[in-house]
């Protein structure tokens, strides 16, 4: 018969014993707490900065006091503790972002030891594009509605209204990006460019 050696034996009790310390990494025997977590701040509908702060907010349930026993994680990298601010029913973090898709993670115990989780997808970039919006004979054009969504993943959009014939969209990443173009009077355009171009137009006709 083989035998765990006596320290790891130890190791192992002293940690059951002691419960949740240090952040809550989930295991196969973790309690799901009851609570629900919502995100906001961010968006998987829109084009999100590559930096700011998220918002996680708990109902039916508490975050824990101690900081160390919550994790925002982007992608594979979790935020260094600094960057969270943490009370009973919020968590805010600061955060940076890579040009692209993104996968925010929250991790934490509750205030009763049970596992809380919220993960979210979202889009950020650094990029903004500037669009020209004119008639077919090259006069600036308002009262426009113009929308920029992501080639790739067309719920990921943004809508602007048009003054003085330009309009700019923000946050993008370097993706192709379809623009529609839609007047009042049934006038329109689209085309799809990238977001590094970073300038085009679009005649309605």
């Not at 977590?37 to 590559?50: A, K």
């Not at 600061?94 to 993104?102: E, F, H, L």
Request: charge should be neutral; aromatic fraction near 6%; avoid cysteine.
């Amino acid at each position: 018969m083989r035998f765990l050696p006596a320290a790891l034996v130890q190791g192992m009790l002293l940690s059951l014993l002691a419960g949740p310390t240090g952040f809550a990494q989930e295991t196969p025997v973790s309690t799901p707490s009851p609570g629900a977590v919502s995100i906001s701040g961010v968006s998987p509908e829109r084009f999100n900065p590559t930096h700011g702060t998220a918002f996680f907010r708990v109902s039916g349930a508490f975050f824990p006091a101690d900081p160390r026993d919550v994790a925002v994680i982007i992608d594979d990298r979790q935020l260094p503790a600094g960057r969270l601010a943490v009370s009973r029913r919020v968590v805010a973090a600061s955060y940076v972002m890579s040009p692209g898709r993104n996968s925010m993670t929250l991790r934490a115990w509750d205030a009763a030891g049970q596992v809380l989780t919220a993960q979210t997808q979202v889009w950020a970039g650094d990029l903004t594009l500037e669009v020209e919006i004119t008639d077919g004979l090259g006069n600036p054009m308002d009262g426009v509605e113009v929308t920029a969504s992501l080639s790739a993943a067309p719920s990921v959009r943004s809508t602007v209204s048009v003054t003085g014939g330009r309009v700019e969209f923000v946050n993008l990443p370097d993706a192709e990006i379809l623009l529609e173009a839609r007047h009042p009077t049934g006038l329109h355009a689209s085309a799809i460019v990238r977001a590094s171009e970073r300038r085009t137009g679009l005649v309605l006709r």
